[in-house]
């Protein structure tokens, strides 16, 4: 096979000697535009896991890298005067021209052809050449923008403007500084990369950077700015640019976010930038670019067919991996773009945020990192949460106005369509008291209809007469007596989405027959040639509305509910007023954000009106409608300022369900940024919702203060003692377990423990 890559940085040169090395025979090249001893970049950072990666693909190219890195385990972090230290991290930093001259060597000696100085000409010239061209031309690939209609690539240039430097400063740890200055604030990302040389990296949000009048200085003078802002961490060294080409503030670079929905096309492929970027907060795209080099190395050594078919299995291969990466990535990006949002944190909590940002590492990686710092950051968080001894965050209490709650795992309100005419039975007393009964603190009804017309499906609870009421005093009351959980009351109407059948005989589909007319803001169905057109709500309609919220808070008061939540998510009645999706009116309840949200608040108001004031109430809100054109999460964080502001005490955050044109990026906690959001902006406590699965993940999310409470819906319905086998898992045994249930708790803490042990061995 005759292989010619262009571009000859790490992936390029790390494919050739990766192929090179599987098959003598193939005649490879790599053409590079620049000197073989030119590179603008400083350092470059591996974790041991990848170089672990490296170690089973290329030995000889592992051992010349690992003789040249500096290695460490530290994070340093320094924010307000104070500094914490985070160990076991484990990685490594090479200067880049060394790794490139480590791989120009290796490359060479097996038979590679080395071409410098050479600007790559146009890609269909040397696809008529060779059996394969890879484009491995970096983050402004000349052959991505030549078939930009093939590969369409999804690109973003971030706010954040950084600057790449060095220094003679030798630092003992990874570190992260962060300064406030009259301008904002500024970061810094540092670190060692050989015996003599560190990488600084200066980063602060466009506006910060031209209120500085970095803009308009020469080079020269912002750097001697970076300087004076980090004179403690330099300690009297200097900082450096190797872009001395570069004029004025063109130094200051912004981040591209690259993604290509396809990565190859005919006998053309992309690796590394060219198809991928992955921000430097997280390490380094260098990782992923040779980690393409990699997977392309094998899918082609180890193919039998044409070259498109590899192509495509290539593309399979590592598209998912790099997608997980670059979402890590985006997370951690996108926290030191919002820095300004998580100063107001304690330093504690200031830093482990930063430590879990990207949301790959959690409260459990980090214990296993380093033991000390995890209980330092337990022990802090317990005494503010009024315990003095540490405790994993999310067995801390929870106190909002006049209500304790003894965790912060919450059962989420979910659909069980089993009640007859609105009347909740023995199926939702099991239900709700066995869950109550298994360790989490509070547990929510499932959307409880306030009249008849305000019902999902025929089968929905309702809150519109007595004998309902009675039936919820009953499960209410059972909760009390037989657990120290508490319980909340979601009241809600289904507006556009009502009048369908139970989730399992045709989710959102009409009932076959005595369907009940539907209202909503506007008259649009929800699914387009399927579902019933709903009526505008009429002035009469909205005061009926709001009358039977207010008639059903009253029941709830009288049922002895802990806790009210006003449903206004997943594109029901009252969330229908507030997307711009599904309101379309013309009147003072349509047009700008304030208006949309006018009724919902009205309702809210009159509910919080006659709910008991040492009581709680939340909102729950679809904190993103994931079409464009709808609501955003700045939207919803704006949403969320208005209800904070009529009295709410806590924000559900949850997201989409509002159109059926939705197109969610899922993933582990996928909707806990939108509570993160709220709460540190906003300041108003959240719930944090979505496929958050794992005690890990509630610790995480709690301790670093991206939400108060974390509602776990399907885990509780495979396990109702979720919160009780969590608690065993981590070793936790001082947790309230019914008296009758006492001997089953010693049991499985003695199996937890016992695993635990097996595990270690």
């Known amino acids: 096979m005759k292989i010619v890559c262009l571009g000859g940085g790490p992936a390029g040169l790390y494919f050739s000697i990766l192929a090179k090395k599987a ?26 896991k990848t170089m672990g990666g490296f170690k089973d693909a290329d030995q000889e190219t592992h051992a010349a890298i690992t003789n040249a890195f500096r290695h460490w385990d530290d994070i340093d972090v320094y924010f307000k005067g104070r500094k914490f230290t985070s160990g076991g991290h484990g990685f490594c930093g090479i200067a880049r021209m060394k790794l490139l001259q480590i791989l120009q060597r290796r490359a060479a000696g097996l038979g590679v052809q080395l071409i410098f100085e050479t600007e790559a000409a146009d890609p269909d010239t040397y696809a008529a050449e060779f059996d394969l061209v890879i484009a491995s031309d970096g983050a402004s690939s000349v052959t991505r923008k030549k078939y930009d209609s093939v590969f369409k690539p999804n690109i973003q240039v971030r706010n954040n403007r950084f600057i790449w430097l060095g220094t003679k400063k030798k630092l003992d740890a990874f570190t992260f500084d962060f300064k406030q200055t009259k301008w904002g604030w500024f970061n810094l990302h540092a670190y060692r990369f050989d015996a003599d040389w560190s990488t600084f990296i200066v980063e602060t949000p466009e506006e910060n950077w031209r209120k500085a009048g970095i803009d308009e200085m020469a080079q020269e003078e912002s750097i001697a700015l970076c300087e004076k802002l980090f004179t403690e961490r330099l300690d009297g060294n200097a900082l450096i640019s190797n872009a001395k080409h570069l004029r004025g503030s063109a130094v200051w670079l912004k981040f591209a976010r690259v993604l290509c929905e396809k990565w190859h096309h005919k006998n053309i492929v992309l690796i590394g930038d060219a198809a991928h970027t992955a921000h430097f907060g997280i390490g380094s795209g260098t990782k992923l670019a040779m980690e393409d080099a990699m997977a392309l190395a094998q899918v082609l050594s180890g193919h039998k067919g044409d070259v498109s078919s590899a192509l ?113 039975n023995d199926f939702h007393l099991v239900h709700l008291a066995s869950r109550a009964m298994g360790g989490a603190a509070m547990v929510g009804t499932e959307m409880t209809c306030v009249s008849p017309d305000a019902r999902i499906t025929p089968a929905c609870p309702g809150m519109w007469n007595a004998e309902q009421q009675t039936a919820w005093q009953r499960i209410v009351n059972f909760v009390h007596t037989h657990t120290n959980a508490k319980i909340a009351l979601q009241l809600g109407h289904s ?135 709808g609501l955003t999460p700045e939207d919803a964080a704006n949403v969320a300022r208005l209800f904070c502001a009529a009295g709410a005490d806590v924000i559900d955050c949850s997201s989409g369900q509002v159109s059926k044109a939705e197109k969610p990026i899922y993933g582990r906690m996928f909707q806990v940024p939108f509570s993160d959001r709220i709460r540190n902006e906003v300041g108003i406590p959240t719930i944090a919702v979505g496929n958050i699965f794992e005690g890990d993940h509630v610790n995480t999310i709690i301790a670093a203060g991206r ?51 097996l595990v270690q061995a």
């Open 707 to 757: 939400a108060d409470l974390c509602a776990i819906a399907r885990p509780h319905l495979a396990d109702p003692s979720w919160t009780f086998h969590e608690a065993a898992k981590q070793g936790y045994t001082d947790i309230w377990w019914p008296d009758q249930y006492l001997s089953g708790k010693e049991q499985l803490e003695r199996n937890m423990a016992r695993a635990q042990l």
């Open 312 to 424: 495509e299995l290539y593309q399979e291969k590592r598209e998912i991996e790099a997608l997980k990466l670059q979402s890590a990535a985006r997370n951690r990006m996108e926290w030191f773009e919002q820095v300004e949002r998580y100063v107001h944190l304690d330093p504690e909590q200031f830093t482990y945020s930063l430590l879990t940002g990207s949301q790959r590492i959690g409260h459990e990686n980090l214990k296993l990192r380093d033991a000390g710092y995890v209980h330092g950051v337990e022990q802090w968080f317990a005494a503010r949460s009024g315990v003095d001894h540490a405790v994993p965050p999310m067995f801390t209490p929870f106190t909002v106005r006049g209500l304790s709650l003894k965790n912060r795992v919450i059962v989420s309100p979910m659909a069980t369509y089993m009640a007859v005419d609105g009347v909740p």
């Open 495 to 629: 507006g556009r989405k009502g009048s369908t059948r139970r989730g399992w005989e045709g989710i959102d589909l009409p009932l076959d027959s005595n369907n009940w007319p539907l209202v909503s803001a506007s008259p649009i169905p929800y699914i387009d040639g399927v579902s019933q057109t709903p009526r505008e709500a009429t002035r009469a309609d909205m005061d009926r509305v709001l009358d039977d919220f207010v008639t059903a808070t009253e029941r709830g008061v009288a049922a002895g509910f802990d806790w009210l939540e006003f449903h206004c998510a997943h594109g029901y009645l009252l969330s229908s007023f507030i997307s711009p999706l599904t309101n379309r009116r013309t009147d003072e309840y349509g047009g700008s954000l304030d208006n949309r949200c006018r009724f919902p608040l009205e309702v809210f108001t009159a509910m919080r009106s006659v709910w008991p004031a040492e009581k709680p109430m939340s909102v729950r809100i679809s904190a993103h409608d994931w079409v464009p054109g």
């Open 23 to 48: 098959n003598p025979f193939w005649d490879i090249t790599v053409i590079e535009r620049n000197r073989a001893d030119s590179t603008f970049g400083w350092g470059v950072v591996f974790s041991d």
